[in-house]
Structures are given as structure tokens and as C-alpha cells.
């Protein structure tokens, strides 16, 4: 399932912080500072898309996350592999470093990250 671009910034705000009474959530927002009914809304439809939950602690609710931030963009990147490189890494990969105007020490520091990943195929 997918979140909006509001819900997905919101839970960049919960990975981070790991678990989070909603004085923390609005404290990690820069100003202007969303409304506290705004980030109850957002937190019920996250928590009902399952990406989210919640222990009570008297009247308060500390949210944690139940989906990882590796696992909910690694589904996100195979959609988009998926859906616009036809499933090939290689167009991606081509795409990537023509597009994002990478220096020769990034794309060095990419070819290194590539060599490490076939070493450890090889083992």
C-alpha cells in the first residue's frame, strides 16, 4: 500500500524517532507546524493502512512503526523498476547516473558499492 506525500513525511518523522507521543511528532515538524487534529488525522489513516500502531500510556499514545523504512522504499523502488525501466536495473542504472549529473568520485563511490555487492554473490 501506498502513503501520500503528507503521510509518507510523517512517517519519515516516526522512523526516525522510533517510538513518539504525538508532542514529539509535532516537535520534529518545522514551522509553520502542522495542526495537532491535522497529525491525529494523518496518524489514523497511516495506523489504518497498518504501517503504524499505537500503546496507551493513560489519555497519551506512543506510535511506533510496524513497517521499516528499508522495507516500505525497497517495495517502492521495485514498483517503480517495475513500472517505468521495464524490470531492468541496467535502463535504471543507465538513467540514473546519465540524469542526475553525478560527479566522477560518485559514480567511483557507486562502482565501488556494485564491486562489493558481486563479491559477496560470488562467496
Given at each position: 500500500?501506498?502513503?501520500?506525500?503528507?503521510?509518507?513525511?510523517l512517517m519519515q518523522h516516526i522512523w526516525r524517532l522510533e517510538?513518539?507521543?504525538?508532542?514529539?511528532?509535532?516537535?520534529?515538524?518545522?514551522?509553520?507546524?502542522?495542526?495537532?487534529?491535522?497529525?491525529?488525522?494523518?496518524?489514523?489513516?497511516?495506523?489504518?493502512?497498518?504501517?503504524?500502531?499505537?500503546?496507551?500510556?493513560?489519555?497519551?499514545?506512543?506510535?511506533?512503526?510496524?513497517?521499516?523504512?528499508?522495507?516500505?522504499?525497497?517495495?517502492?523502488?521495485?514498483?517503480?523498476?517495475?513500472?517505468?525501466?521495464?524490470?531492468?536495473?541496467?535502463?535504471?542504472?543507465?538513467?540514473?547516473?546519465q540524469s542526475t549529473d553525478l560527479t566522477k568520485d560518485e559514480?567511483?563511490?557507486?562502482?565501488?558499492?556494485?564491486?562489493?555487492?558481486?563479491?559477496?554473490?560470488?562467496?
Open positions: 500500500m501506498k502513503l501520500s506525500k503528507t503521510e509518507e513525511e517510538n513518539a507521543f504525538m508532542k514529539d511528532i509535532l516537535e520534529a515538524y518545522e514551522e509553520p507546524k502542522p495542526a495537532t487534529t491535522t497529525i491525529a488525522t494523518l496518524l489514523k489513516r497511516i495506523r489504518d493502512k497498518g504501517f503504524i500502531d499505537y500503546k496507551t500510556f493513560g489519555k497519551s499514545r506512543k506510535y511506533y512503526p510496524l513497517v521499516s523504512k528499508s522495507d516500505y522504499f525497497g517495495k517502492h523502488f521495485r514498483g517503480l523498476l517495475q513500472n517505468f525501466f521495464g524490470n531492468s536495473a541496467s535502463r535504471f542504472a543507465s538513467f540514473f547516473t559514480l567511483e563511490a557507486l562502482r565501488a558499492v556494485i564491486d562489493e555487492e558481486i563479491k559477496k554473490k560470488d562467496e
